[in-house]
T-cell receptor, first 111, second 116 residues
Framework: LAKTTQPISMDSYEGQEVNITCSHN???????ITWYQQFPSQGPRFIIQ???TKVTNEVASLFIPADRKSSTLSLPRVSLSDTAVYYC????????????FGSGTRLQVQP | EAQVTQNPRYLITVTGKKLTVTCSQN?????MSWYRQDPGLGLRQIYY???????DKGDVPEGYKVSRKEKRNFPLILESPSPNQTSLYFC???????????????FGSGTQLSVL
C-alpha cells in the first residue's frame, strides 16, 4: 500500500498560485495519483489524476517527476472558495482495492 | 443527475441500538466503499465492495457490517453502536473494479452519526 505524506496546512492569498506536494515513495508501477478537494461537511470531490509528467485541466495542474515518488498539485490564482482540505491518493492494484486517504492538506486562502 | 445518496444526513442514537445507514448510487458503478472521517485522522476506509455479493474489509472494519445484494445499494450496518463510532461517514463509488487503479471516486454528502 502506497502511503502518502502531505503538509498538514498551507496559507495563501487570493490571486496567488498554490503548490501542494505529496510524497509517495512506495508507489507501484500501475498506480495512478489522484487529488481530491473537500469542503467542510461535504464529501471529497475529484480534482485531477495523472500517471506521469504533467496533467492539466480547467481547475488545476498536476506535476509528476520521472521517479513518481512525489507529485505536486498546482492551483493557479486561488480564490477564497479554494479554502478546503486537499487529499492525495495513490491507487492500489493488488485486487484488494483498499484505498487509503492520508490526513490531507488544509489550505486557507486569505483575502 | 449522477450521484451517491446517503441517508440519513444526521443521526443521533444510543449505545447498543442497531442502525443502518443507506447508500445508493445511480451510475451503475461496480465499486462502492464506506469511509469514516474523524478530526486529525483524515478518511479511513471501513469496508469496500468490488461488485454484487463481493465485500472486503478496509482499515477499520471492527463494529461494522455491510452487504451488497444489489449493484446500486451498499448499506452500512452498526449492530451495536458504541460512542467511539461517533463520526462523519461517507459512502463512495466508482465504475472501475479489479485491475484498475485510475478510478474516480464519487462521494455522498455524508452522515454525521452521534452515539450517546
Amino acid at each position: 500500500l502506497a502511503k502518502t505524506t502531505q503538509p498538514i496546512s498551507m496559507d495563501s492569498y487570493e490571486g496567488q498560485e498554490v503548490n501542494i506536494t505529496c510524497s509517495h515513495n512506495n508507489i507501484a508501477t500501475n498506480d495512478y495519483i489522484t487529488w481530491y478537494q473537500q469542503f467542510p461537511s461535504q464529501g471529497p470531490r475529484f480534482i485531477i489524476q495523472g500517471y506521469k509528467t504533467k496533467v492539466t485541466n480547467e481547475v488545476a495542474s498536476l506535476f509528476i517527476p520521472a521517479d513518481r515518488k512525489s507529485s505536486t498539485l498546482s492551483l493557479p490564482r486561488v480564490s477564497l472558495s479554494d479554502t478546503a482540505v486537499y487529499y492525495c491518493l495513490v491507487g492500489e492494484d493488488t485486487g484488494r482495492r483498499a484505498l487509503t486517504f492520508g490526513s490531507g492538506t488544509r489550505l486557507q486562502v486569505q483575502p | 443527475e449522477a450521484q451517491v445518496t446517503q441517508n440519513p444526513r444526521y443521526l443521533i442514537t444510543v449505545t447498543g441500538k442497531k442502525l443502518t445507514v443507506t447508500c445508493s448510487q445511480n451510475m451503475n458503478h461496480e465499486y462502492m466503499s464506506w469511509y469514516r472521517q474523524d478530526p486529525g485522522l483524515g478518511l479511513r476506509q471501513i469496508y469496500y465492495s468490488m461488485n454484487v455479493e463481493v465485500t472486503d474489509k478496509g482499515d477499520v472494519p471492527e463494529g461494522y457490517k455491510v452487504s451488497r445484494k444489489e449493484k446500486r445499494n451498499f448499506p452500512l450496518i452498526l449492530e451495536s453502536p458504541s460512542p467511539n463510532q461517533t463520526s462523519l461517514y461517507f459512502c463512495a463509488s466508482s465504475w472501475r473494479g479489479r485491475g484498475h487503479t485510475n478510478e474516480k471516486l464519487f462521494f455522498g454528502s455524508g452522515t454525521q452519526l452521534s452515539v450517546l
